[in-house]
């Protein structure tokens, strides 16, 4: 199994983006600015949809059809993997064809034209502008190409649907509530809980891919318990759409692996090091913004004699899950000689995170017994279902966003707009001015893993020419990314905050008087804490090495 595994794990990720593609699109489940919540918005998004998803079918199947008429033969194996494309794409533009036309009948009548463009989904927007431009230049199989480029990493793409899994999984079980449990006795004030959330959020996070993967996994947990201490809707809104932002430079986080096999002046093991320091870094900034900008509760904790041995006692539940984690990374390691690292944790995480809901299964249908009252809980087969059906939306939304952010790259690289800047710079400050602003541009506009790769063909040569470390500049990437994916005018972290959150939450938070910084709190204090921590990450190294 596990060799057919390997072989086909191109035509596994057609298939699994193909199908859960045309799943987000028949539920509604694509990454947009906002909701659809009128008529005029559902027409204008499905419409746009439609003709995005004609396009990515022509451009697929005039593919096909340079590459057999090219002068190399092409395979059986390429042959097929041609035709799962086109036959996806055709049932992907069916789906949204099929949804334009049956309108539900929810909605409200009327809406805006310029409200109506913002619902239609990133990747629709990202086609249309990839779509046209192959086509003026007269590269109609543009699109078509930089999405074959996505078998070349087959193995990180399939990677990134078994960390979304994992993060579903981790949404079925108690794990986030019994955690914050062990902080709710200190009685801590709102800021200082949102601190320690985004804190304990950081582990998770390496371990689930991606910022975004765990806003969508754990962020309406998040959102909720801060709600419930007393934290303002902005405040909460902020932590949950941060809680994904620390993490990303620790061990064994994908992003940072695909960076290392993309780029051998890297390596993992220097990365996660000087990982440890930027996240100390980005960490201490947050807390210091959100303990002192605009804190609005007394920092009064409840005394240690009363706050400690509840909160001890509250780590008792915990300790059955660290058994099960550590029982399954020993079975690995002593039954099938693999050790959990950054390369084996794509897979190993689905078990424990199975392991664990196999635990709670069983633990929770004892407590039943014995309390002979209802214990709510869906059962095994219902949070694994639950998980996956979730999974399926989210893969579908995520995958299609990051192939159309390789096309995009691949306008740019296409472009040449890269080539109107120096290849190298006499200055290392210079130029890493341009970096920072280029890389926050791209965090705004690309999905991460889609900018990893035209930023390691394109800005990273000119960084390494103009005498920045690759380590250096890899670390400022990182950083740059997130705070990118926390700005407008797309902020992505943010658009996932609100899909896990609910469209009235973000809304009731908007109607929210106060000063300027208090009704826009959720976008500025993010802002602040990773821009001062980005230009400290960029600039302040460059004292010690830079001439």
Partial sequence: MIAFGLSAQRYILVI??????????????????????TRLDYTVSYTLQTIANAMLLGSSAVFRQSSLGSSTAISAEEL?????????????TLASLYRLFRV??????????GQAFLAVPLYTVMCLISGT???????SSGIGIYLGKMMELSDMFLNVGLYVWVGMMLKQTRLATLVFN???????????????????????????GASGIFVIAAGAVIYSELRAAGARRHLALAATAMSGSLGVVLRPCLLVVVIAYLNREVTTDELFGWGIWVFILTATMFGLVAMTVNRQGKFDLAPTAQALPASLKALRPLLPYALVMVGVVLLYRFALDVTMDEFSAPRLLPVIMLSILVYEHFSLKRRKARTSGEVPHQGLEGSVRNATNDTTAEIGALLLLLGLSVSIGGVIERSHIMEAFPQAFDSAWSAMLLMVVILVILGMIMDAFGAVILVTATVATIAYASGIHPIHFWMV???AFELGYLSPPVALNHLLTRQVVGEAEV???????????????????PLIAMGISLLLVAFVPLLFYAT
């Avoid at 045309?22 to 909701?35: G, S």
């Avoid at 097929?80 to 992907?92: D, E, K, S, T």
């Avoid at 431009?133 to 590269?139: N, P, S």
């Avoid at 009731?508 to 000063?515: D, H, L, Y």
């Fill in 80 to 92: 097929l993997l041609h035709n799962f494309w086109i036959v996806g794409f055709a049932c992907l």
């Fill in 507 to 525: 809304l009731a938070a908007q109607q929210e008087g106060g000063t300027f910084y208090q009704r826009y709190e959720r976008i500025i204090m």
């Fill in 133 to 139: 431009y192959f086509g003026l230049i007269g590269h």
């Fill in 16 to 37: 699994l983006v193909m199908l859960c593609a045309v799943t987000a699109t028949l539920t509604r489940h694509h990454i947009a600015m906002r909701a659809m919540e």
């Fill in 477 to 479: 990437t990182l950083v």
């Fill in 182 to 208: 062990v902080f709710r006795p200190w009685r801590m004030p709102p800021e200082m809980l949102a601190v320690v959330a985004v804190l304990v959020a950081a582990v998770p996070t390496a371990y689930t």
């Fill in 104 to 113: 539900p009948g929810n909605l409200a009548p009327g809406g805006r034209l």
